[in-house]
């Protein structure tokens, strides 16, 4: 199967889970696997880009969340799209999640929370979901998460003071923990630059680096 | 210990480099004019129709803009008075001077360019015998996180464009005599593919730089949908990093193996139809006791049967808190004769500049940046 082949698609609805973030779902042509990604346009003389699903495999629909990219090629036009309207999107592909007997924490920031909502809807657990925003509307799925993992999941806040939330980034959250389990999986996902900042912080912790899997936007 | 010395030798840089800066802020072109260096031909003739100017403009224009080393309008004396009044109204010519240069005990020299938007990025020139190479960067930062890449640890900054790259080759001293260019600086060129395109279109056309598509090579991670598009729309040279070939360990190594795997980037260039010139090579560094082992070898020689390519061994050069080894020099030459056994030309590409951080993998303005 060629990742790259774009099927024909319809929309099933866009919402605006928070200020220019939507949630896009669309047919479920195939199966796939949580974590996996798909290339996406509205429309063929767009380049396609790069989505995480962040439907569970069970879901009958696929889904994912976006950014709106203000100036953008794509998004600004995903963001007109209604329900019945073509989509373009490839076969899943990619392989973030590694079921592996271990246990995982989750880590995410911003729109990275995507293949985490993905496994959670899929039935996976981690140990401890941390997810890091700066504002209230920004941790997107927050009550799903909540009700699937209760206190495993920490919500880091870094600028508003919302009660129950770890004040801090998710570094600050990682700093804060005494004794960092090493023989377990750390799954990363969000821009490169907290990527690596976590990354960075989880090795001079002492956790080997083959026990951490990251996914960057790109 | 050698890690320490490096921050200290770094940081030092840095404030060299800040101090520096507080003079040369000239330098930094902050004018709301558009720059023409950097534009394409059709580019050209888009912008002479809008003026309406005769048509011939655009060829006059890109003839000095990259066949004379002029630095202003006013010096592009074939065009009229009155076009060149034209022009600058919202033109401008948009070469930038490096604004610091770093000079290594083996010759190799390492430039700083201020961009546009006040950022800063960095270019290699090597010397060797008659071969003067530079090493130019496509983006300031870069988005992939390699875990053993110092451009990485300062994340994304910014795309360059076609002229803030081939600025890199126009402005230093060794302008004239540059042999070979290679885009393997900072950041990941298939991430800014359509700049780096156009940068490669003014490079090798009659009207632009008429260099050989051969003495230029681009460096990618591997992003495919970027990979198909170059392969078919440039005859230039390809180098793959691939560090392991076991997908285990490159998504340890590398997070953009989880969307786009090294098998499928190898299925991809299996199927297009390189002609005898376009070099393919794959770049490997040798991390000691990682990717070095027999097993290295025999899946190497697996994952590239048939390939008729060529792999670069490259020295690591350690990074602050990388968890990663360099490998011995005697395990380094084993390596490369049992990679050859296997029928993989391999050759180990000599480090160059690492005294002045211009080594593969060291490039970095994250201090310079957050500075800016």
Known sequence: MDDQFLFSNNVIGLKEIANEKYCLTFKKQFGYKAGQVVQLTCNRSIEPRLYSLCSG???????????????????????????????????????????????????????????????????????????????????????????????????????????????????????????????????LCGRSMMVVEVRDLLIARGVPFENILSEIFF | MFLNEYNESQEYNYIKIKCEMTNLSSNISKTEKTPLFGKTLSELSEIVAELKLPGFTAKQIASWLYNKEIESIDEMTNLSKKTREILSEKYCVGLSKPVKVQVSTDGTKKYLFATQHGKYIETAMIPDKERITVCVSSQVGCKMGCLFCMTGKQGFNGQLTSGEIINQLRMIDEFKSITNIVYMGMGEPFDN?????????????????????????????????????????????????????????????????????????????????????????FEYIVFGGFNDTPAHVKELARLLNGVKSHINLIRFHPIPGTPLNKTNEKRLLEFKEELNKKGLLTTIRASRGQDIYAACGLLSTKGITTEA
């Open chain 1, 57 to 187: 495999e069970f879901d009958q629909q696929m889904e994912i969340l976006f950014d709106l990219k203000l100036g953008g090629e794509l998004t600004p036009k995903l963001v007109e799209l209604n329900p019945g309207d073509r989509l373009y999107v490839s076969h899943p592909y990619g392989q973030f999640l590694r079921p592996t007997p271990e246990k995982m924490w989750w880590i995410a920031t911003g729109t990275g929370i995507a293949p985490f909502r993905s496994m959670m809807r899929s039935g996976y657990e981690a140990d401890k979901i941390l997810h890091g925003a700066r504002l209230e509307e920004q941790f997107y799925f927050s009550d799903e998460f909540k009700t699937a993992f209760g206190e495993k999941y920490v919500r880091c806040n870094s600028s508003t003071n919302e009660v129950g939330d770890f004040q801090g980034r998710v570094t600050n959250y990682i700093e804060s923990v005494k004794s960092l389990p090493k023989d377990i999986k750390y799954y």
């Open chain 2, 193 to 281: 593919l359509d700049q780096v395109l156009k940068s490669i279109n003014i490079l090798t056309s009659d009207w632009g730089y008429a260099m050989s598509p051969r003495r230029i090579t681009v460096s990618s991670i591997g992003i495919i949908p970027s990979l198909k598009r170059f392969l078919v729309e440039s005859n230039c040279n390809v180098a793959i990093s691939l560090h392991t070939p076991f997908e285990n360990e490159r998504e340890k190594l590398m997070p953009v193996q989880l969307a786009y795997p090294i098998e499928k980037v190898v299925a991809e260039i299996r199927s297009f139809d390189f002609d005898n010139q376009r070099k393919l090579s």
